[in-house]
């Protein structure tokens, strides 16, 4: 079974500074990752994905996660965090061997301070 | 392209009520599926649809019903709402193949009484 885990319910950082989002991760397979942003009810926007290829992964309004194979992680990240990331963060997994099936993080809830 | 649309935005039920939750998109795609979000818990599959006249349950499906008529539409019904069933509603749809985006409507929030 594939699951996703999201230790931090939130994350503060003061605007300017780097931003870390942490995600963990467990399948069978190969896995396919996902980051989704929520803002204040509102739906779920596609960040970034990883399938494979550089570990690197860039993605929309300047954020990037790094695939890491050996500690099955896949941390989001932002070099210099705005007043405007605040907001809810949701890692995603699928399993290579589980078709289309997604499955979420409980989701960590970024504040940046100006 | 309207993308993933949901209606209706909000919606107050008794218990015992029943009613449907709609979702319609206009990318063509083959997938759609139904999440529950609540606080804490991330988003929870209830349904799946792989294409039209074919449906699937997922973690959570107890109470609810779903049919895929069309590509386009995927209704949810609570037959009977009970207020454990009191959560944002979330319809998604993507291309099938597990290397793609889901994309997601709106949200429907749910309150029964």
């Known amino acids: 079974a594939q699951s996703v885990a999201q230790p931090e319910d939130q994350v503060n950082v003061a605007e300017g500074n780097p931003l870390t989002v942490k995600c963990t991760y467990s399948v069978s397979g190969n896995p396919y990752l996902f980051w989704y942003v929520q803002y204040p009810n509102r739906g779920l926007q596609f960040l970034l994905k990883?399938?494979?290829?550089?570990?690197l992964v860039k993605g929309s309004y300047g954020f990037e996660a790094e695939f890491n194979k050996s500690q099955t992680s896949f941390h989001l990240k932002k070099p210099s965090a705005l007043v405007s990331d605040s907001a809810l963060y949701f890692c995603a997994v699928r399993d290579s061997a589980a078709g289309n099936k997604l499955t979420f993080g409980g989701g960590t809830r970024v504040l940046v301070k100006p | 392209n309207a993308g993933v649309t949901q209606t209706p935005k909000f919606q107050v039920l008794k218990t015992g009520q029943s009613m449907t939750l709609q979702c319609a998109q206009d990318?063509?795609?083959?997938?759609m599926s139904w999440y529950r979000q609540d606080p804490g818990m991330g988003l929870r599959l209830i349904h799946y649809?792989?294409?039209?006249?074919?449906?699937d349950q997922g973690e959570v499906p107890n109470g609810y019903n779903v049919s895929r008529s069309t590509t386009e539409d995927f209704p949810l019904r609570l037959l009977s709402a009970a207020p454990s069933q009191t959560s944002v509603y979330f319809c998604?749809?993507?291309?099938?193949?597990?290397?793609?985006?889901?994309?997601f409507g709106p949200g429907t929030r749910l309150l029964v009484l």
């Open positions: 990883y399938i494979t290829g550089d570990n």
């Open positions: 998604a749809s993507s291309y099938s193949g597990a290397l793609e985006t889901q994309y």
């Open positions: 649809s792989v294409g039209a006249g074919i449906t």
């Open positions: 990318m063509n795609h083959e997938y």
